[in-house]
């Protein structure tokens, strides 16, 4: 395993809550997909598909892969709605009994959502692994965030180089991904920036969670 710097060149913005997009995430999804895209809460929620990245350990038997979650020159923030609306005019399709669509609560209430975009040139992060395995895993990744089927968050070029070093903290002692918070090599200031979030992922919300330390974004 050796330290990696990976690059993301970027079409169009990200749409992401909390610009927390961590490399072993994307890499856990491409793996995830491979597998042909099994139901999360059907199957072990702590199962992890191995990746080509070098695991850190922690004490009581709990540990991360070494990966940072993405460092980028945020440019402007901007935001995507995404609408729905039941298609009154296909209403004479329905069975004769349904006589009234409730669209104001329910099941078939329509909205209108912001979600929030955030646009970067690039994106980059650091890990500790082989460089071939993770190239050829995110050449398979063409999006990141969410609403990719709607063009958002596009790369146009994956690139991954070695590089002396790739930790885990920044040189002032900051969190560069979820971290324990007694990690060694945090500092106090660092220590203090803190968030219920997940040392492995997949990193979404219906897993269970932790405080841990998180990076400044």
Known sequence: MMPLRITACMVSGIVTYDRWIALDGLLH?????RAGR???????????YELPLERVEFPEGRWCWCA?????????????YVNRRFPVQRRELLHESVTRIGTSSGRFK???????????S?????????????????NEL???????????GRVREWSVEEVEEADLVDGEGYALRSLPVDYEGLSDAGREIRAYARLLPPYIPKLEQEELCVPRV
């Open 29 to 33: 999804h491409v793996a995830w997909t």
């Open 142 to 152: 063409p999006n990141i965030g969410k609403k990719a089927t709607r063009g958002h």
């Open 110 to 120: 329509g909205y209108r959502m912001p979600m929030p975009r955030e646009w970067s």
């Open 38 to 48: 099994p139901k999360y809460w059907e199957t072990n929620p702590g199962a992890q």
């Open 68 to 80: 940072t979650w993405a460092m980028a020159d945020w440019q402007k923030s901007d935001a995507v």
């Open 122 to 138: 690039e994106l980059v992060w650091y890990a500790a692994g082989d460089a071939e395995q993770v190239q050829g895993m995110l």
